[in-house]
C-alpha cells in the first residue's frame, strides 16, 4: 500500500540520525551482540543507487532496552546506539498513508456512485459527467441536473481529505461483517 511521506521520512530519520553512543572493541562477536542472527535487519537504498545499506540491530546492550548494539554495511565494526526502541517498535500500519489514493479531477470525465442496497448493482444510481468544452457538470437521468466546477470541486476536496483511521486484515469475514463482500 501507499506509504506516507511523512511517517516514512520521520520513521527513516529516527533511524539514520540517531547518535553512535560508542564502538565495540574490534574483534568483538557479533553473537554475543545478538547480531548474528540478527534481531532486526533493515535495509535502505538512496534513489539512483545500485546497493543498498543495511543496518543490523541486535539485542540490549549492556541490558538496558534503550541501547542497541547495531552495524552498519557503509562502516566496520558494532557500536551502540540508544533510542532507537521507538523506530524499531514501528509497524507497517504506522507507516501507511491514511489518505485515499490522489486523483486529479482534472483527469475525471465521469462519476458513477452505486448502492448495494439495491437489486440491480450494475446501474448507477447517480452519474455525473462533465459537460464537454467546460469545466461544469451535469448529473444525469430523466431531469438533467447541473453543476458547476466550484461545486463539484468542493464535493471532491472533501472526498480527498477523507482519512482512514486504522487499518484492519481485508480478510473474507472481516469484509462479510464489514458489508463489503460486494462492494458497491
Not at 45 to 52: A, D, F, K, T
Not at 137 to 165: C, D, M, Y
Request: hydrophobic share 35%.
Amino acid at each position: 500500500s501507499r506509504g506516507s511521506d511523512k511517517a516514512m521520512a520521520d520513521w527513516a530519520t529516527s533511524l539514520v540520525a540517531s547518535k553512535v553512543d560508542h564502538w565495540m572493541p574490534t574483534g568483538t562477536d557479533p553473537v554475543a551482540c545478538g547480531m548474528d542472527p540478527s534481531a532486526t535487519v533493515i535495509s535502505m537504498r538512496e534513489s539512483g543507487s545500485s546497493s543498498p545499506v543495511t543496518i543490523t540491530i541486535g539485542s540490549a546492550a549492556g541490558g538496558s532496552a534503550q541501547s542497541r548494539y547495531v552495524s552498519c554495511s557503509d562502516r566496520t565494526g558494532i557500536c551502540i546506539v540508544p533510542g532507537l526502541e521507538g523506530a524499531l517498535q514501528v509497524t507497517p500500519s504506522d507507516l501507511r498513508s491514511r489518505k485515499p489514493k490522489p486523483l486529479r479531477l482534472d483527469a475525471i470525465d465521469k462519476i458513477e456512485i452505486y448502492s448495494s442496497e439495491l437489486k440491480s448493482k450494475e446501474v448507477p444510481i447517480l452519474v455525473i459527467v462533465r459537460k464537454q468544452g467546460g469545466d461544469d457538470w451535469e448529473i444525469t437521468g430523466n431531469h438533467p441536473i447541473n453543476l458547476s466546477a466550484a461545486e463539484v470541486s468542493a464535493w471532491f476536496e472533501k472526498l480527498q481529505s477523507l482519512r482512514a483511521s486504522a487499518f484492519e486484515p481485508a480478510t473474507p469475514e472481516k469484509l462479510e461483517s464489514a458489508g463489503l463482500t460486494h462492494p458497491s
